[in-house]
């Protein structure tokens, strides 16, 4: 999460750097040209905020994915030191289920696989989402180049 803070501060510090050269830009045209470069302006804002809110989306969700491979290792070491016929339940919606051992194992070794894959796919969309971010600046500086 820090990590994203400060990523996030830089962004901010980029906009408000290239927000300051483009009014001075803005300054120099003339109006229609100034609300046809306001509009545009408006609109990298627009597009780099949603950016970074999929960002911040992307990476509060890699972190529950975490979590809940922590908890699921947590709970497969501690099911592994009970002896094998000691009954286990596994809750399904609002009832409990009898199960087996293994069968409990097995369903917790699928849930920790199925977070790993989710974490994989999370970390490409948010790979993608900063090269996003990095086209959308260098636009943005090319647009706004005194």
Not at 3 to 17: C, E, P, Q, R, S
Not at 24 to 50: P, V, W, Y
Not at 105 to 126: R, S, V, Y
């Amino acid at each position: 999460m820090t990590i994203y803070t400060d990523f996030n501060a830089i962004v901010i510090i980029i906009l408000d750097h290239y927000s300051n050269k483009a009014n001075i830009f803005l300054e120099m045209a003339s109006n229609e040209q100034a609300d046809e470069t306001q509009r545009m302006l408006g609109q990298f804002q627009m597009k780099m905020i949603d950016i970074q809110t999929s960002l911040r989306k992307s990476t509060t969700q890699v972190e529950g994915l975490k979590r809940d491979i922590h908890r699921s290792k947590l709970t497969d070491k501690e099911i592994n030191t009970i002896d094998e016929n000691t009954p286990m339940f596994i809750s399904v919606g609002r009832m409990f289920v009898l199960n087996k051992k293994s069968d409990v194992c097995e369903q917790i070794e699928n849930k920790i696989k199925l977070c790993e894959n989710d974490i994989k796919k999370q970390e490409g969309t948010k790979s993608y989402l900063e090269k996003q971010l990095r086209e959308c600046e260098l636009q943005f500086k090319e647009k706004f180049s005194v």
